[in-house]
C-alpha cells in the first residue's frame, strides 16, 4: 500500500470518520466520563485510578486535550470528535516507541478487545517488528478469563467464546496472559500494543504500554497523562470497514521505520 502523507491522512481519517465527526454520539462520551469519575471500575480499563478523576469536568479536560473532543460543558447531544492532528501526532509518538523497540530486539505483546475494527492493525505492527528482529510474545496455553479463552490469532491475543472472537473492555485477559507467562517462568513482555483493558492493566503492571482508544474511553488518555501509558492513539475503535485502517497502520510503520 502507498505510504500516506500526513496530510493525505488526515484526510483519510476524516472522511472514513476513524477522526474528526465520528460515530460515537456525545451523550455516550460524557455517560462513560460520568461513570468512570463516580468509580466505576468497568469504565477505567485495568487502571488504578483512585480518587484522583472524580471530577467529571477534570476527565473532559483531557480529553478535549489529548482526543479533541468538545471542551464547551454545555453541549451535552449529538456530534463529537475526535481531533485527526491528535490522532496522527500519537501515531508520530507510536512510532518512536515502535522504533526503538525494534533497535533493541524487545519482547513484544499484542492484544485487541476490538478484533472486529483494529485486528489487523495488531497484526500488521507485529509483522513488521518480527521482521526487525524482536521477539513477539507467544501467550500460555489453556487460559481462561470472563467465561471465554484467552487465545491467540495471528500474533495477537484476544478473548474467543464459543468459537467466535469477543469485544471487550475488560482487564482480566491480560491479567492471565501475565499470570501464565509468570507461572511459567517466562519473561514478561518489554512492551505492550493493545487497547481497551488489555493496555490499561499492562500499564498498570509497569509494563511499557502503546493503547488505541476511542473517545468514550476516557480511562486509557488519563493513564498517559499521568504517565502509565507510553502513547493512546485517539480514534474511533470500529468503524465500517476494518480495510480503513490500512493506510493509518502504513504511515505508522512507516514514521516508525519499519514499512
Keep these: 500500500m502507498p505510504i500516506p502523507s500526513r496530510s493525505e491522512l488526515i484526510d483519510h481519517l476524516v472522511r472514513t470518520r476513524i477522526a474528526g465527526d465520528v460515530a460515537t454520539p456525545r451523550e455516550n462520551n460524557l455517560d462513560h466520563?460520568?461513570?468512570?469519575?463516580?468509580?466505576?471500575?468497568?469504565?477505567?480499563?485495568?487502571l488504578e485510578l483512585g480518587d484522583r478523576w472524580s471530577d467529571e469536568q477534570d476527565v473532559l479536560a483531557v480529553?478535549?486535550?489529548?482526543?479533541?473532543v468538545s471542551d464547551d460543558l454545555g453541549h451535552r447531544a449529538g456530534q463529537d470528535t475526535i481531533d485527526p492532528e491528535l490522532t496522527v501526532a500519537a501515531l508520530d509518538r507510536a512510532a518512536v516507541v515502535l522504533a526503538k523497540a525494534a533497535e533493541d530486539r524487545k519482547r513484544v505483546l499484542f492484544a485487541t478487545g476490538h478484533p472486529g475494527g483494529l485486528l489487523d492493525v495488531h497484526r500488521a505492527?507485529?509483522?513488521?517488528?518480527r521482521a526487525a528482529g524482536c521477539d513477539i510474545v507467544v501467550i500460555p496455553e489453556g487460559l481462561r478469563a470472563d467465561d471465554g479463552f484467552v487465545v491467540q490469532f495471528?500474533?495477537?491475543?484476544v478473548l474467543e467464546r464459543g468459537a467466535t472472537l469477543w469485544h471487550t473492555h475488560s482487564?482480566?485477559?491480560m491479567a492471565a496472559i501475565l499470570d501464565g507467562l509468570a507461572r511459567e517462568g517466562r519473561p514478561l513482555p518489554d512492551l505492550v500494543v493493545a487497547d481497551h483493558g488489555w493496555a490499561g492493566r499492562a500499564g498498570q503492571r509497569g509494563i511499557d504500554a502503546v493503547g488505541?482508544?476511542?473517545c468514550n474511553d476516557p480511562a486509557l488518555f488519563l493513564g498517559e497523562a499521568e504517565g502509565t501509558l507510553q502513547v493512546t492513539v485517539p480514534l474511533d475503535d470500529h468503524v465500517t470497514s476494518p480495510r480503513f485502517y490500512d493506510p493509518m497502520t502504513a504511515y505508522l510503520l512507516h514514521a516508525a521505520g519499519l514499512s
Aim: glycine residues 8%; proline residues 6%; charged residues 25%.
Design 33 to 46: 466520563y460520568r461513570k468512570l469519575a463516580n468509580g466505576d471500575r468497568h469504565y477505567w480499563l485495568g
Design 63 to 68: 480529553m478535549a486535550e489529548r482526543c479533541g
Design 125 to 129: 505492527t507485529a509483522a513488521a517488528l
Design 171 to 173: 482487564p482480566e485477559p
Design 154 to 157: 495471528a500474533d495477537v491475543a
Design 212 to 214: 488505541y482508544a476511542d
